[in-house]
């Protein structure tokens, strides 16, 4: 098993410019997450999604969206990109059965 | 008072030191406590798991939960150079699905 996948690894976007951040995952998890990472700022929840056409907004979800069309993807499009959403972002998943969330190796991204 | 609690660091140790990682937390509906290890440009991975109080040992980590102090912490026993790494606490109100609440995670570095 892959785990967790995402693509791609590193990106520089320019300020206004839309792109896509990809996340698979091939354990069967009907829960699928997607976080941001600032330099000591912790995890916080972009947006969630606990199975294919159902998401939900997390903590931080404004410039940001998802969609789940299968339970394997769960991409995450930014629009009109801004200097304040140059950050890692993580995709995870879970299982139905426990908490345990599982990390894809993240995307760094920066909006210049 | 945020949710969840947690020094940044970093912690610098020799090596074979005893470390102590701390969270505090306010919500008293969290029962599920768990310790991620993250390591310099990777995703985070679980390390500990715990529910409710008490003590849970895995190896040279013991995870504690003291609810009514709404504490946790992890104890790293004869710690090794491998051991640097950000150490994030994260805690639920509930098994299966349920989103995470995450600290800022801990710095730790540990020196031969």
């Known amino acids: 098993n892959a785990g967790v996948t995402q693509t791609p690894k590193f990106h520089i976007l320019k300020i206004g410019q839309s792109m896509t951040l990809q996340c698979t995952q091939d354990?069967?998890?009907?829960?699928m997450y997607w976080y941001r990472q600032d330099p000591g700022m912790g995890l916080k929840l972009i947006y969630y999604?606990?199975?294919?056409?159902?998401?939900d907004k997390g903590e931080v979800p404004n410039g940001y969206n998802v969609s789940r069309s299968t339970t394997e993807d769960f991409p995450l499009r930014l629009e009109l990109a801004a200097p304040s959403q140059t950050s890692v972002y993580f995709c995870?998943?879970?299982?139905?059965?426990?908490?345990?969330?599982?990390f894809g190796p993240g995307t760094r991204l920066t909006v210049l | 008072q945020k949710e969840v609690e947690q020094d940044p660091g970093p912690l610098s140790v020799p090596e074979g030191a005893i470390v102590s990682l701390n969270c505090t937390y306010s919500?008293?509906?969290?029962?599920?406590f768990m310790w991620y290890r993250q390591y310099s440009r990777k995703g985070p991975e679980l390390l500990m798991y715990t529910y409710s109080s008490g003590n849970k040992e895995d190896g040279r980590f013991t995870a504690q939960v003291d609810k009514s102090s709404k504490y946790i912490s992890l104890f790293i026993r004869d710690s090794q150079p491998s051991d640097s790494a950000t150490y994030l606490c994260?805690?639920?109100?509930?098994?299966?699905?349920?989103?995470?609440?995450f600290g800022k995670g801990t710095m730790l570095l540990v020196s031969p």
């Open positions: 354990m069967n998890h009907n829960y």
């Open positions: 994260a805690m639920s109100a509930r098994s299966g699905y349920s989103t995470l609440t």
């Open positions: 995870a998943s879970s299982s139905l059965f426990d908490n345990e969330q599982f």
């Open positions: 919500n008293s509906a969290f029962q599920y």
């Open positions: 999604s606990v199975g294919a056409g159902i998401t």
